[in-house]
């Protein structure tokens, strides 16, 4: 997830020992806030406390007849079986838990059964739900591959791509807030002509309002009723309910983010701090990354000649009180892991990797008992 420069930019973008977690604080909105040190007590350990065990790897090479190059919008069923978007070739896949092919549906283009700078899967009741046409309208499928049919987004909601459905079939929509950093959620009733619910922004950098209509939007995930969103400017993550209320905050004590660069004309993101990728038990895993060699974004932004970027991350895991468990923090612009794509309803964590081939690695992920 690489930032670019231009004139209007929009990104699209889921404890520390076995002590008693600290008492929560809250803020003047009666938000609960969950403060982290910058590392957990267990990060001067030998040996990490969160370990990953490889179970599978789906490798997809460039002499493979499937020819598949960018893998994207990943999601699993309750069978583990795989299901994502290929950008190099537009088309739907689908593999086995074991990685052979099940199937192949569609091709480059707008009409039924077509795929058009697609922005987001979801899966939801064994049907497949995808944001096509550059969020123009909703696909429906089922896990055959089978088109079933579209609608198409109101203008109001145009451009939005879907994070998660709830268990009344409303689906929870992230679009561009222009003019602005953040997202505009909007729920909205599938079945009734996607008639609005409910719809809130979230808005990042208070204060700042862009010149031009350009946009970032904010990174969104959705879990057990909360909309949860990352940051570009600061370590925070937070909860809203499905009301549009803040509703929890966690933040670390980490002042190496790098908010985005702003002019007149352009806007651009320097990495910043993305939704988490939850566990089924609560835990869940969060990835940032910052320029170790810009200090005024602004002023990079503005300068004709640019050096490179020089990023650090790190991938870093909560239990599920919010609470940091450690730290895995590396050169470049993803984890050595890679970058992590999806978490199944398992446990198990999809990192996706593009060196020396492509591939997405399927890990068990350990964590420490904290009640010993």
């Keep these: 997830m690489q930032a670019k420069t231009i004139f209007i930019l929009i990104l699209a973008f889921h404890l520390t020992s076995c002590s008693a977690p600290e008492t929560a604080e809250h803020d003047e909105t009666e938000t609960q806030v969950i403060p982290n040190p910058e590392y957990s007590q267990w990060q001067e350990q030998e040996h990490p406390p969160v370990t990953y065990e490889l179970i599978h790897e789906y490798v997809f090479r460039e002499d493979d007849d499937l020819l598949i190059g960018s893998p994207s919008y990943l999601v699993t069923d309750e069978n583990e079986n795989l299901y994502f978007y290929d950008f190099d070739q537009p088309r739907l896949i689908s593999l086995t838990s074991e990685g052979e092919l099940r199937w192949i549906s569609g091709q480059e283009g707008s009409g039924p059964g077509d795929f058009e700078s697609i922005r987001s899967i979801t899966l939801h009741n064994n049907k497949l739900y995808i944001s096509n046409v550059s969020g123009s309208r909703l696909d429906t499928y089922d896990l055959d591959g089978n088109y079933l049919e579209s609608q198409a987004f109101p203008e109001d909601l145009s451009s939005a791509s879907v994070i998660g459905i709830t268990d009344e079939n409303h689906l929870i929509l992230s679009r561009t807030y222009w003019s602005n950093i953040g997202s505009m959620i909007a729920i909205a009733d599938y079945s009734n002509s996607f008639e609005k619910q409910k719809a809130f922004p979230i808005q990042q950098l208070e204060g700042v309002e862009l010149k031009m209509r350009g946009s970032i939007r904010t990174g969104i995930s959705y ?27 966690i933040t670390r004590d980490f002042d190496r983010i790098v908010r985005p660069g702003i002019t007149q004309q352009s806007v651009r993101s320097f990495g910043g701090v993305q939704a988490p990728y939850f566990f089924p038990d609560g835990h869940f895993a969060v990835r940032a990354a910052w320029p170790t060699n810009i200090s005024d974004p602004d002023q990079y932004v503005r300068s004709e000649k640019k050096e490179k970027v020089i990023y650090r991350n790190t991938l870093d895991y909560f239990n599920p009180n919010g609470k940091l468990i450690y730290s895995f923090e590396t050169d470049g612009n993803s984890s050595d892991m890679g970058y992590l794509t999806h978490i199944d309803q398992k446990g198990h964590a999809y990192f996706l990797n593009h060196y020396p081939v492509t591939s997405i690695r399927k890990y068990k992920v350990n964590f420490p008992n904290e009640n010993n």
């Design 223 to 249: 879990f057990q009723e909360n909309i949860v969103s990352g940051n570009f400017g600061e370590y925070l993550i937070t909860f809203y309910n499905l009301e549009g209320n803040s509703v929890k905050k």
